[in-house]
């Protein structure tokens, strides 16, 4: 006889669906089970039988039959202890032990010795794919429930029903009828946090530049480098910027938060309701920046989507760890190719980079003598030439600020005000590209930036004299053409004028060109 439950497998940041089939026949005891499975999944035989014990019933090896599991399809490598429950469930169908219809349910979880059920990873993975499917409900740690249910924000035309359950014997319960088990609602309002920044953006004094600049960078996705002496403000401005992006969409919040529970970084009965601000340290490799491992897993690129990067120090860090961001800087996304697997990851992050113009961080500063030969600040400022420039939008110099500036009450750039900027123009651009998957005017490509960033006579005249000096390649010409859309967003302008093609090429200028 064998019996059939449904399972789910994680692969990069989606789900696929795994049978879980149980066959059981007379002979030698024995319970094997075969499918690609990693060290625990083979473990989970002992659990399994534990927890089969433990709620009353006889486990595989009191009995005198030998049962095979194979975990289907068989050639996709699994991992992880999320199935559990299904094995557990399939042999005790299979053994006659219990009868219930699993037909359209998809099972996870994992067992402890008692019977209780323990949360799993990438829940809202498996409810969205369940869903897609034409799955009608997911069974799975009741830790995991709410998250889980974030699926059925998505408009489709059957929505899952999301069970949690706590242990082994309630599930079983269910599925024979004798328990009745409420599904998740969650409404909008539900997603509704408070704003709580650790740092606002009107708390900054001075550095008006800088911050027209990152009002900019948050209306459309654009990149920014600042440079500037020691304790003049880069970090305090970069981490401002959270405070002015505007608020996730459902669809964002719902990328974002399968991002972070596939890579177990989401908090129990959680979910992402803020845009995501990671600072990883100089001495982060390759693999912890990219992405990498085996099997693939996300890196801070891709922790940071939709929201901001923040790489301080930014010449410290690994040659080869910088080379690495040009490509998905550019895509959007980053492929992570292995010899049995290959993940594609997103990675549409606004990266923000702060920077000494020097080893001391004084070269160019009007009050302190810079202590560093001309060879150390070559060297220095070479990790920030080329290629890797080419795709910063935005540069701005921060000079140390006068103490009158320090104690200057001057409540100008409120973080409410600019935000509702920000979000106007937001709304302008998902009005312009409608439900395609360009949210920003930063992701625009050849063919948008051709239809929407036309540019008066005036405009061309001087931006031909920029390009054909050497000053723009044709990439920093598309990007000025980008900065400037998003800078008449800001006005509400429908066309982009003179004024907001000389704003973007002032801030595409570096102090020391």
């Not at 002015?244 to 719902?254: F, G, R, T």
């Not at 920046?289 to 890196?299: A, D, F, M, V, W």
């Not at 030969?373 to 030439?385: C, D, E, N, V």
């Not at 598309?478 to 090429?505: P, Q, W, Y």
Request: glycine content about 6%; aromatic content about 6%.
């Amino acid at each position: 006889m064998v019996a059939k439950v449904f399972s789910a497998a994680l692969k990069g940041l989606s789900a696929q669906i795994i049978e879980v089939e149980v066959a059981a026949s007379k002979g030698l005891r024995s319970f094997t089970i075969v499918g690609l499975g990693d060290k625990a999944i083979e473990e989970a035989k002992e659990r399994v039988g534990a927890a089969i014990k433990s709620i009353g019933f006889s486990p595989p090896y009191q009995q005198t039959k030998r049962v095979l599991i194979n975990l289907a399809p068989a050639n996709l490598k699994k991992e992880g202890t999320l199935y559990d429950l299904p094995i557990a469930l399939a042999y005790l169908l299979v053994s006659k032990q219990t009868i219930f219809k699993s037909e359209g349910k998809i099972i996870l979880g994992e067992l402890a010795l008692d019977g209780r059920l323990k949360p799993i990873k990438g829940a809202i993975s498996f409810a969205l794919s369940a869903q897609e499917k034409g799955f009608s409900e997911i069974i799975l740690p009741k830790e995991n429930k709410k998250e889980a249910s974030l699926a059925r924000l998505l408009k489709t035309k059957k929505t899952i029903k999301v069970v949690g359950v706590e242990s082994l014997k309630e599930v079983i319960d269910y599925l024979k009828g004798e328990k009745e088990i409420e599904d998740e609602e969650i409404n909008l309002s539900d997603l509704k946090t408070s704003l709580d920044f650790e740092i606002e953006f009107n708390w900054i004094k001075g550095q008006n530049h800088a911050k027209r600049g990152l009002e900019i960078a948050a209306a459309g996705g654009h990149n920014v480098l600042f440079q500037g002496p020691p304790g003049a403000g880069k970090t305090l401005l970069a981490k401002s910027i959270v405070s002015i992006l505007p608020k996730l969409s459902i669809e964002e919040l719902l990328e974002i938060t399968k991002i972070y529970s596939t890579a177990g970084l989401l908090k129990e009965n959680s979910f992402l309701s803020q845009r995501v601000f990671r600072s990883p340290h100089h001495t982060s490799s390759e693999v912890a920046l990219i992405g990498g491992g085996s099997p693939p897993r996300p890196g801070e690129i891709t922790l940071a989507h939709r929201g901001v990067l923040f790489l301080d120090e930014f010449p410290e860090f690994h040659r080869d760890v910088l080379e690495s961001l040009r490509q998905p800087i550019e895509d959007g996304e980053i492929t992570i190719q292995r010899a049995k697997d290959t993940s594609t990851f997103p990675s549409k992050f606004t990266l923000i980079a702060a920077s000494n113009p020097c080893p001391c961080g004084y070269y160019g500063d009007p009050e302190k003598e810079c202590s560093c030969t001309f060879s150390q600040i070559a060297s220095y400022q070479r990790k920030l030439s080329g290629p890797l420039m080419d795709r910063v939008d935005i540069f701005c110099w921060i000079p140390s600020l006068k103490y009158e500036e320090l104690v200057s009450t001057d409540k100008q750039n409120l973080s409410d005000d600019i935000r509702e900027k920000v979000e106007i123009a937001k709304k302008i651009q998902k009005e312009r590209f409608g439900k395609g998957k360009i949210l920003t005017n930063s992701e625009m490509k050849i063919p948008q930036i051709k239809k929407y960033c036309q540019v008066n006579s005036n405009s061309q005249i001087i931006l031909k004299k920029y390009v054909d000096s050497g000053k723009l390649s044709a990439r920093g010409y598309h990007r000025i053409l980008k900065v400037a859309r998003t800078i008449a967003d800001l006005e509400e302008k429908e066309n982009i004028s003179f004024n907001n093609i000389t704003e973007a090429l002032i801030y595409r200028s570096r102090k020391n060109d």
